[in-house]
């Protein structure tokens, strides 16, 4: 891990030095953090960043950059973090919200002071390479549920604002000896705690930040050597930071030139010599049998997996009209269509991504995804030659989620990426993302329906029947349509081990259910476990998602070429 690290670069020339912005409340350990990444990197005792650790007001009182140096006088590493002041719960202290939401945009310069009263006032247009690339929120992990509403809220309205911005977001959850006598006595055993676990779900369901972007870490703080185990867990973080950085950079660059033109575990020693999993198990489930034979085959194997990987790397499209095929994700609100694409890209990359912005926050009554988006794959420098479409969810009543006649405009191709949706009116021909003659490579080349499989039968007859009307105009289209049917862990016990999936009769009765509520059949439902907690790859998880992958990109692309000879 720290042989890449040294060896990265930023994936554009247009950003030499990817920003990452650290909030948090009082006390969080933002600052120790910083040192600590600089401790690791240099492989001795740092102290860039001055630390506070007396109880009290913020010990950050100014906007700072801090660079990491790097193999000799004047040579940095490609990233710098970026300290603020921090959190309070009272309005007359502590950083001002605006300010941190004006510094993600770009706004604010280095050294600038923090008053708590007054926000600072716009400055001129900054470029990308002015903005934040990554927020990391640092939370203490022994006092979660100490951290008062009103910090809770200003974390949330700037993660409002990430989440228009398309920046990824990650919390480092500080403290854990502290929440955990286990893990003080041996930080090893951090992935068999129950107590870290619990701590890691409070921050998920208070920020909405999705499991595997949360990394529990020990700060050096009474240390004056490096620590193995302590080295590992914060290099694991942020090696995830940083790919999640460079990727939105990468993104973000490319945009610009379009428009212009089961188991609890985690890897300890990720990407290091270590190959042993940790597993806790959930004990909340009582065994289920299973059937004495899998009613579909699949070989669990490292070869298949990487004979798919293949296929998909390999694949063109079989028309020329046609240079990415088009996927539109849609169901209703929670059901994991934006976890899917990570999930997706995960595979495909090879390492834990959050490019499409997921929301597990506890209770969700409304969409996180507001806009019309388009998520590209990377491969080796360009892209995969399929795009995902990501929209808002489906919700009952007619003044919320997305309209019905929204998404039948997408599948004909009028709506373009960026498109703000109105739950109250669909888009009108006059509005300025609205296209009026599409073609064949503008319009959606597969509809996947999203279904959270341990939710089918709680999900409102009105939504299925928004989800059916719009199956019904893509089969007037001709337009394949499939299902990913998801949280298969939460359906089945027997599917905590993945490789039994096919051999439990609670999955197929729940397919079943997704073939009988939307007319789709059994053949087009895929039943998937989307990487939530995981930060490294997993073989079962990865052939469930490459299997309705290649599927999905057959059915997308057998549609284009019959279109083209049908023209």
Not at 49 to 66: D, I, P, V, W
Not at 103 to 114: M, T
């Amino acid at each position: 891990m720290l042989r890449k690290l040294k060896g990265f670069q930023p994936g554009t020339t247009e950003v030499h030095e990817l920003k990452i912005l650290l909030h948090g409340p009082v006390g969080a350990g933002k600052s120790s953090f910083i040192n600590s990444v600089n401790t690791v990197l240099q492989g001795h005792n740092t102290s860039t960043a001055l630390a506070n650790s007396a109880a009290g007001k913020s010990f950050t009182k100014e906007f700072n950059y801090h660079r990491l140096k790097k193999d000799g006088p004047g040579s940095f590493y490609p990233f710098v973090f970026i300290d603020i002041m921090g959190l309070e719960a009272e309005a007359s202290s502590g950083v001002h919200s605006d300010d941190i939401i004006k510094i993600l945009q770009g706004h604010v310069k280095g050294g600038y002071s923090f008053n708590p009263f007054k926000p600072i006032a716009n400055p001129s247009n900054p470029s990308l390479k002015d903005k934040v690339h990554c927020l990391v929120s640092v939370l203490p992990g022994d006092k979660i549920s100490l951290i008062t509403d009103e910090v809770i809220q200003k974390m949330k309205a700037v993660r409002e604002q990430v989440r228009e911005l398309g920046i990824p977001q990650v919390i480092i959850m500080s403290h854990v000896d502290r929440a955990c006598l286990l893990v003080k006595e041996n930080l090893r055993k951090i992935y068999t705690s129950r107590k870290i676990k619990e701590k890691m779900e409070e921050c998920s369901h208070k920020l909405g930040v999705p499991m595997n972007c949360i990394f529990p870490v020990l700060n050096y703080h009474e240390q004056i050597t490096n620590d193995l185990n302590m080295d590992l867990l914060i290099l694991m973080a942020i090696t995830d930071i940083i790919q999640f950085t460079n990727e939105y950079v990468e993104d973000q660059v490319y945009n610009t030139n379009q428009y212009a033109e089961g188991q609890w575990y985690r890897w300890i020693g990720l990407r290091s010599n270590s190959q042993c999993p940790i597993p806790i198990e959930n004990l909340t489930l009582s065994p289920e049998p299973e059937l004495d034979n899998p009613w579909r085959p699949v070989t669990w194997s490292e070869d298949n997996k990487s004979n798919m990987l293949r296929k998909l790397h390999e694949f063109k499209p079989g028309s020329a009209e046609v240079s990415k095929l088009n996927i539109l994700l849609h169901g209703p609100i929670g059901a994991g269509k934006s976890s899917f694409i990570n999930s997706v890209k995960t595979v495909l990359q090879g390492h834990n991504t959050t490019s499409a912005l997921a929301d597990s926050a506890a209770g969700k009554s409304h969409s996180f995804t507001l806009k019309l988006k388009i998520h590209r794959v990377n491969k080796d420098g360009t892209f995969y030659p399929f795009i995902f479409t990501d929209m808002m969810g489906l919700e009952s009543g007619e003044s919320s989620g997305v309209q019905t006649e929204d998404i039948i405009k997408i599948l004909l191709g009028h709506i373009k990426d960026g498109y703000t949706f109105n739950p109250v009116r669909s888009i009108t021909e006059d509005d300025p993302k609205y296209l009026s003659n599409p073609s064949l490579k503008e319009k959606v080349h597969c509809l996947v329906s999203v279904l959270p499989g341990d939710k089918l039968s709680l999900i409102p007859d009105e939504v299925i029947q928004r989800m059916r009307d719009v199956r019904k105009k893509a089969c007037q289209l001709e337009i394949p349509q499939v299902v990913i049917m998801t949280m298969v862990d939460k359906v089945c016990p027997l599917v905590k081990n993945l490789s039994k999936i096919y051999k439990s009769k609670k999955i197929k009765e729940k397919m079943e259910e997704c073939s009988h509520r939307l007319g789709v059949p059994m053949n087009c439902i895929f039943p998937v476990q989307n990487y939530h907690e995981q930060i490294t790859n997993d073989l079962n998880m990865d052939l469930l998602i490459l299997m309705a992958m290649t599927n999905i990109i057959q059915f997308a692309n057998n549609y284009v070429e019959e279109q083209v000879y049908t023209e």
